[in-house]
């Protein structure tokens, strides 16, 4: 059974904390998304990875950078986390025709 | 990538067929109708997609019209774990970003 699992369900972290978000998946993908999902606006892409070592900026990276270091690892990370940054934040990876998305990680930052 | 048209909301009895229709007029000819569909506070799960045919899966059949301007996902028996928000999405690539509109939320009621 394919598998995308993120490190967290939910996560409370304080403002200007630096935070990671991990996520892991198993079918030997090599594309990879970070997303980020609000009311009202949808899902957004904040940064993707077409293989390892490689990423592409996304419509809303301000504010994050992200980590590709083996294939079957993205990481996103949040500098210094901002109270605009509370979000449901999905990992996905895809294949040609279809995309595979992780349960997501509720962010709230206080 | 086409944009898509899909009610808002829909309710369907618990036990009979969900008809979730989507307009997709500007749809081009290398572009594949997907659904999606999340509930809540979980990640978007793919249901099913298709070009031109009418595809079925062991979860949902899809009906394309001929034009290809507007397809129908049908639930053959709704039930109450059905509920969620589902999205009908045109895309050339499914292993490219995807973007969500707002979808339709079906509720399934006893």
């Known amino acids: 059974d394919v598998k995308v699992t993120q490190s967290s369900r939910y996560l409370v972290k304080r403002t200007g904390e630096k935070v990671f978000l991990e996520c892991v998946q198993d079918?030997?993908?090599?594309?990879m998304f970070w997303y980020r999902q609000d009311p009202g606006l949808g899902l957004r892409l904040i940064y993707f990875?077409?293989?390892?070592?490689?990423?592409e900026k996304g419509d809303i990276p301000e504010g994050y950078s992200v980590s590709r270091e083996k294939k079957e690892r993205f990481s996103l990370i949040l500098e210094s986390a901002s109270t605009n940054q509370t979000s449901m934040y999905l990992c996905?990876?895809?294949?040609?025709?279809?995309?595979?998305f992780g349960p997501g990680t509720r962010l709230t930052v206080l | 990538d086409a944009k898509t048209t899909q009610p808002t909301s829909m309710d369907c009895a618990e036990g009979r067929a969900a008809n979730l229709p989507c307009n997709h007029s500007?749809?081009?000819?290398?572009?594949?109708v997907y659904w999606y569909r999340q509930i809540h506070s979980q990640g978007p799960q793919y249901i099913i997609h298709?070009?031109?045919n009418n595809e079925t899966n062991e979860m949902a059949s899809l009906i394309i019209t001929e034009d290809r301007k507007s397809s129908t996902l049908i639930l053959p028996h709704a039930t109450l774990r059905d509920t969620a928000v589902y999205y009908c999405?045109?895309?050339?690539?499914?292993?490219?970003?995807?973007?969500f509109g707002g979808g339709t939320r079906l509720m399934v009621k006893p």
């Open positions: 990875s077409y293989d390892v070592k490689m990423k």
């Open positions: 996905a990876s895809s294949s040609r025709n279809e995309q595979f």
């Open positions: 999405i045109v895309i050339a690539n499914a292993g490219n970003m995807l973007t």
């Open positions: 079918m030997d993908h090599e594309n």
């Open positions: 298709g070009l031109k």
């Open positions: 500007t749809i081009s000819g290398n572009e594949y």
